[in-house]
């Protein structure tokens, strides 16, 4: 017959291994703040180093914890009697395991009462003893940590401090404040994203600071935006729990407004934000995918104005795979097909939307060097505009017979531009318009060239002359015609 035989983890072994379940620098702050929630906080703020002595301080003015609460949560794998639909733990170890996995010394002091109760993770000490020994700081001890006067100055709360960033210095060859200013500012973005429904509430609102300036939270969805098109959400039950499912289409880009860009977190988002929006307890999840919902699953251009906002509740955690570092789910299978119904309906309607503008006939602009058009097979083609201001007078200094060779060769590079490169460089966005000086000099000089033309051929005065090249591309350009004026002023 079997018998039971204690078998305790090596305290020294587990707590350094768990630094490396993969939590990042933006990842770990933000299981702090879920901590913060859970403990029903409106105001969070986050210290950064201002001298040489470096930290991390997070404050929040939650419930607080006694001492025997507080030292409960410092335990690996902390028991709770109960978890309530709003709790952004489950596991028991997010405090612990996402501090430490950017720091050897966690300390966390809270305040219940009026009284000040605090712990400490300090991960040479394990090291050294091999045993679960928790420090208890304290009143001395208390007062000296960074930025406890902001805890000692709230009726309640709770103040985490980071300390010993010995993986970052490794990372860094020694340059820790450097990347803990880089790190802090991928950070902002980060939360601006994965609390916003939190920082965008009107009610139970949540502000989040970071050195006292209040991060701005964004919309993935854009809902006050009148041309955005959303659905009535609908719910899938789900092993007796609800999920609710909505589905979104943004406004065509040539409708938004810098300001939606920037609530809908930059450019880059419009393209790489498509896909699922999954939430839990309106903590986003993840981002940015389509879990391999469709028959294409890369995100395309097409498909960019497409979101499905997604809400689940934590008691289907386990069905949902979601990680300790609540980075990452799994569809569960009872729910796929209806999300591969919505799936297809928002990409559908997505890539109507995409190709809208493309069906237009566009009208030939003689001020740019590039026009569009359709081709037989309604495709979208670039040429040269021959009959372009730029193109025209550069034509015009040569023989009729010269002329007839410069168009048809003009017309053959129309032929031939790559848009299969092109469009893979937009979408890698790897493609920028930087002029090189080779390429400055020759259109600072083929501008010089233009000015004499016109010059010559209307008999105006220089001013006017100017007034007119600046009318056309590239001349348009206020870089490239400062250039070519003070060359034509200088030359005077």
Request: glycine residues 4%; contains cysteine; proline residues 2%.
């Amino acid at each position: 017959m079997s018998k039971r035989v204690l078998n305790n983890p090596s305290p020294n072994v587990l707590m350094n291994s768990m630094r490396s379940i993969g939590y990042s620098f933006k990842t770990a702050v933000a299981d702090i703040i879920d901590n913060s929630i859970s403990a029903h906080a409106s105001k969070v703020k986050i210290y950064t180093p201002i001298n040489d002595d470096l930290y991390i301080a997070f404050f929040d003015n939650g419930e607080g914890m006694d001492r025997d609460n507080l030292l409960n949560a410092m335990k690996y794998g902390s028991n709770r009697d109960s978890y309530c639909e709003n709790d952004l733990g489950r596991f028991g170890l997010g405090l612990k395991s996402a501090s430490l996995s950017q720091c050897k010394k966690l300390t966390v002091v809270s305040k219940k009462e009026g009284k000040l109760s605090a712990f400490c993770w300090d991960l040479d000490c394990v090291l050294d003893s091999k045993k679960w020994e928790c420090l208890e700081l304290d009143f001395d001890e208390i007062n000296l940590l960074p930025r406890i006067d902001v805890l000692k100055e709230a009726s309640q709360g709770t103040l985490v401090v980071w300390q010993n960033f010995d993986i970052i210095y490794k990372k860094s060859n020694g340059h820790i404040r450097e990347t803990i200013s880089e790190e802090v500012e991928e950070t902002e973005k980060h939360l601006s994203l994965v609390f916003h429904r939190f920082i965008n509430r009107t009610f139970n609102q949540l502000k989040i600071y970071i050195n006292d300036y209040e991060i701005i939270g964004l919309d993935p969805f854009l809902e006050d935006n009148p041309k955005t098109d959303s659905q009535k959400p609908s719910i899938i039950k789900c092993d007796g729990a609800d999920i609710k499912i909505q589905q979104f289409i943004l406004p065509h880009m040539t409708d938004l407004s810098n300001s939606d860009i920037d609530k809908l977190g930059g450019d880059d988002m419009l393209r790489s934000g498509q896909g699922f929006y999954i939430y839990r307890y309106d903590r986003l999840i993840i981002y940015g995918t389509w879990f391999r919902l469709a028959s294409s699953n890369l995100n395309s251009e097409f498909f960019k104005y497409g979101r499905i906002k997604v809400d689940i509740p934590n008691v289907l955690d386990n069905m949902w795979d979601i990680d300790i570092k609540k980075q990452n789910a799994t569809i569960p299978k009872q729910v796929l097909a209806s999300l591969k119904k919505a799936v297809s309906n928002v990409r559908g309607k997505s890539k109507d939307k995409s190709a809208k503008r493309a069906k237009l006939k566009l009208e030939k602009d003689d001020s740019k060097i590039w026009n569009k058009n359709l081709n037989r097979d309604d495709k979208e083609v670039f040429f040269i505009n021959c009959d372009s201001k730029f193109v025209k007078n550069f034509i015009d200094g040569f023989e009729d017979a010269d002329k007839a060779k410069i168009i048809r060769f003009l017309e053959a590079l129309s032929c031939s531009v790559p848009y299969d490169d092109i469009y893979n460089s937009m979408c890698n966005r790897a493609l920028e318009q930087k002029i090189t000086d080779n390429g400055l000099e020759s259109i600072i000089l083929e501008g010089i060239n233009q000015f004499n033309y016109l010059k010559k051929l209307l008999q105006l005065s220089n001013d006017k002359i100017f007034e007119i090249l600046k009318t056309y591309e590239p001349f348009n350009n206020e870089e490239i015609f400062g250039s070519v004026k003070e060359r034509i002023d200088n030359a005077r």
